[in-house]
C-alpha cells in the first residue's frame, strides 16, 4: 500500500478530473502512481508534461520505448513499471524468447558494468 494516499477519481478536484480524463484518454486507465501523485497537482501536471514530451515524440518507435522502460524499471527494481512495461509490450506482440533475451541483455551489460566499476576500468 502506498504511503500516500490516492486520490479517487469520485473526490477529486475539477483540475485532477481534467488531469484524469486526459490520462484516461491516453493510457485507458490512470495509473495508481499518478492517483497519488495528484495530491499535488503542480508536480502531476509536470510529470504529465514530460510524459507526453517523451513518449509522444516519434523520434524512437514506441516498442523501442516500452523496451527500454523495462529495462530501467527491472534495473530499478519498480514491480509496479515492471508489472505494466512487460504487460505493454506483450500486447504488442514481444515474444517469450525476447522477454528472456531482453532480461540476458541487461544481465550481461549489468555484470560488465560492476567489473568495470569494480576494477576502476575507465575509457
Known amino acids: 500500500m502506498p ?3 490516492q486520490i479517487a477519481p469520485e473526490s477529486a478536484s475539477q483540475e485532477i478530473k481534467e488531469l484524469y480524463a486526459m490520462v484516461e484518454q491516453m493510457e485507458g486507465l490512470v495509473p495508481v502512481p499518478l492517483k497519488v501523485m495528484a495530491n499535488h497537482p503542480g508536480y502531476f501536471k509536470a510529470v504529465l508534461a514530460k510524459m507526453q514530451a517523451v513518449m509522444g515524440s516519434t523520434e524512437i518507435d ?10 530501467v524499471s527491472t ?18 506482440g514481444f515474444s517469450d524468447k525476447q522477454f528472456v533475451e531482453l532480461m540476458g541483455l541487461i544481465d550481461m551489460v ?5 567489473f568495470n566499476n569494480g576494477l576502476l576500468i575507465k575509457p
Do not use: P
Open 75 to 92: 534495473l530499478n527494481n519498480c514491480e509496479y513499471c515492471i508489472q505494466m512495461y512487460s504487460d505493454k509490450l506483450k500486447k504488442s
Open 110 to 114: 549489468g555484470g560488465m558494468n560492476s
Open 62 to 71: 514506441q516498442k523501442t520505448k516500452l523496451v527500454v522502460a523495462l529495462a
Open 3 to 5: 504511503t500516500v494516499n
